[in-house]
């Protein structure tokens, strides 16, 4: 399903080495003031091919808008944008299944047919469409006063010493300090992650890391609906459509678990006539609807499955495909190998740092359907 979203739709479509990929977004109204400049900054932090520790692929990643905006307003339309596929290898990739791929399970899927170069459908391609849907989105929210902070919190078994549980204002200023940065990471872990990534890219090797987001602003209490239509769910949902994320917590995430209930509830407390907490275990959301506090979410990236690194794997045989209707008309088994295979082409070492303007995206994409419900 390509599609999501209920009051700020979005569908995309293409594959990594097509000849492009995009977006259509409903849902916008009529007049609303689109910021072309933040869509452009959000696309360039993504693109590929920018420093050594990201794939060589490189692309301009310029978003060509088709319709539903002029002179950077909406014009209540539909939103249609494509990102030209310039840099493809399609030669780089053989028929051997990449372990860690969906290699496999689109060829139980769709078979033969598929395109598996670059990842095909699969690719974290398709998420240059995605971060111009969440540039747009993070436009709208802006107005209303929400802002949307991403950083690298970990990559391997480092992390930094940030903690937003603990409702410390000098944590967000740290954030906000981060955001924009090259390498989106805290200045007194940065040399590390670098260090830790260059060490894995030089083995032939990938690491990976955990996203950390923080969503801020009085707009967001109130935003969510139990059950099905809570904060976590709906951002779960997007968080897990990103290719490689494997992980999603919010708050104290799983570490509360070793807390009692007595450390776990964040204590309230009046300002001025509303009300706060002293700590954000709850990472903003109760009940799953946002109470105003710092939304906080994180989520896991894997290392990169396509590594230089020699891996054990099966080589289906050309035309032979597990599953769907050739099984029914006869599986040839016989053409079935165990092989090896070293992964050619461009490829990161690390995605997290490239995949924070996406998580930032999706969050986005998300919080703005909520507030359009609401």
């Not at 209920?6 to 259509?24: A, D, N, Q, R």
């Not at 088709?66 to 990739?93: F, H």
């Not at 597990?322 to 599986?331: K, L, N, P, V």
């Amino acid at each position: 399903m390509d599609t999501w979203g209920e009051k700020f739709k979005i569908t995309i479509f293409g594959e990594s080495h097509g000849p492009e990929v995009g977006v259509v977004i409903e849902g916008l109204p009529e007049g609303t003031p689109i910021d072309l400049p933040l869509v452009a900054r959000e696309m360039e932090r993504r693109a590929p091919g920018r420093d050594e520790f990201s794939t060589q692929r490189r692309e301009n990643d310029e978003p060509i808008i088709l319709s539903g905006v002029d002179r950077g307003v909406a014009t209540g339309e539909p939103i249609k944008c494509v990102v030209k596929n310039e840099n493809q290898r399609s030669g780089d990739y053989e028929s051997a299944l990449r372990p860690g791929h969906a290699d496999w399970t689109s060829l139980i899927k769709y078979g033969p047919s598929v395109s598996r170069a670059g990842g095909g459908r699969f690719s974290g391609r398709l998420t240059a469409p995605l971060v111009f849907a969440g540039a747009l989105a993070k436009s709208v929210l802006a107005e209303e006063g929400i802002d949307l902070f991403g950083r690298v919190k970990s990559i391997g078994a480092l992390s930094d010493d940030i903690d937003l549980s603990r409702g410390a204002q000098s944590s967000l200023k740290r954030i906000k300090d981060i955001a924009g940065k090259p390498f989106p990471a805290d200045d007194d872990i940065e040399p590390l992650f670098k260090e830790a990534i260059l060490a894995a890219k030089a083995d032939g090797d990938s690491v990976g890391g955990v996203i950390e987001i923080v969503a801020v602003g009085a707009a967001l209490a109130g935003l969510g609906e139990p059950f099905f239509g809570s904060i976590e769910s709906t951002l779960s949902a997007l968080y897990f459509s990103i290719p490689a994320v494997k992980g999603v917590e919010f708050g104290k995430g799983f570490a509360i678990t070793g807390l009692r209930g007595s450390e776990a509830n964040d204590p309230l407390r009046l300002d001025e006539g509303r009300i706060f907490s002293e700590t954000n275990n709850s990472g903003g959301v109760l009940g799953g609807i946002a109470n105003g506090m710092p939304i906080v979410a994180r989520v896991a990236v894997k290392p990169t499955a396509s590594i230089a690194k020699e891996q054990r794997t099966v080589d289906p045989g050309e035309g032979n495909v597990e599953g769907g209707e050739a099984e029914r008309s006869g599986f040839d088994r016989s053409r079935l190998k165990e092989t090896t295979i070293r992964v050619r082409g461009r490829h990161d070492p690390c995605i997290a740092p490239r995949a924070v303007p996406v998580v930032e995206a999706a969050t986005a994409i998300g919080l703005l359907d909520l507030w359009m419900r609401k």
